[in-house]
């Protein structure tokens, strides 16, 4: 039998406990990839974490979370990494490395390269594990959360590829398969993969929520809206946030969607049967083999 393989980092610090940062808290525990592992969060989610074992320890700040740890990972809001990057940038060891867990990466990027020290640059890695649930907090966190999903590794430096792959073996331990890519094109296929559909979908919703049929959709409705809509649930705040701050990429792909709703309306409106049946077995096609 295959003895447990040791710890790769001595102490990680997690700053934000909701889904994401609790699911990596609680993976690094039950893969002993991290000896010890402590964290901080806003609110009551630092409490939450802790009665639910994700942590070992939380903070009151995110200094003192950070202080002493030889990895750390930001799973925080986009809007709050600034001044996450700066309490890090004050207490990060001289060795430790950090990487962000952000839907998008160009603005992540830009945050830790304004707050972090020369020496402390090549220590930062961009990342962003493609896992999720349309659930939210440290309630929601799964040691498994990332088993058999893509985790994306963005390093703009010779000094950053070197310490993406210490972080490669991490997230390994965690279940990922790690992939690397720039932060431009990052947020380019995000916006089509990710960003764009939950503002499509949140759209959908809301058309029908005020349309004249909604009080009747919870007795009624079957899988197929409860599926296509299943993302509209997800945290209102977090989207928004997301969609905003990628937003001409979000937009560049709303303008190609638009062209495709406008070639539906037109089939549909001349009730072009052959034209309508082309365009959907076309999109049936396509989806049939991802």
Not at 52 to 68: I, T
Not at 234 to 239: F, G, H, T, Y
């Amino acid at each position: 039998m295959t003895a447990p393989a040791g710890p790769l980092v001595e102490r990680l610090a997690v700053v934000g406990l909701g889904l994401i940062g609790g699911s990596i808290a609680s993976a690094a525990r039950r893969s002993g990839a991290a000896r010890r592992v402590v964290g901080h969060a806003l609110d009551d989610h630092g409490r939450q974490a802790l009665a639910l074992g994700l942590v070992d320890e939380v903070f009151d700040s995110v200094a003192d979370a950070v202080r002493g740890a030889d990895a750390v990972f930001l799973a925080v809001p986009v809007p709050a990494m600034p001044a996450v990057c700066e309490a890090v940038a004050a207490a990060l060891g001289e060795t430790a490395w950090v990487s962000d867990c952000c839907s998008t990466k160009s603005s992540a990027v830009a945050a830790a390269r304004a707050a972090l020290r020369a020496d402390q640059w090549d220590r930062y890695v961009p990342g962003h594990p493609i896992a999720g649930s349309e659930h939210s907090g440290p309630s929601a966190a799964r040691a498994d959360l990332f088993t058999g999903k893509a985790w994306l590794l963005s390093p703009l430096t010779p000094g950053q590829g070197e310490r993406a792959g210490r972080i490669e073996a991490l997230l390994e331990r965690f279940g990922a398969t790690v992939s690397r890519v720039s932060p431009g094109e990052h947020d380019a296929m995000f916006a089509e993969y990710s960003h764009m559909p939950h503002a499509l979908v949140f759209a959908l919703c809301h058309a029908v929520a005020n349309g004249p049929h909604a009080d009747r959709l919870s007795a009624l409705a079957g899988a197929g809206f409860k599926d296509t809509s299943r993302i509209g649930a997800s945290a209102p705040e977090l989207w928004t946030d997301i969609i905003i701050d990628n937003g001409d990429e979000v937009l560049a792909s709303l303008q190609r969607l638009q062209a495709s709703i406008d070639l539906f309306r037109e089939r549909i409106a001349g009730r072009d049967r052959q034209g309508l049946l082309s365009l959907i077995a076309d999109a049936s096609r396509w989806r049939a083999g991802l």
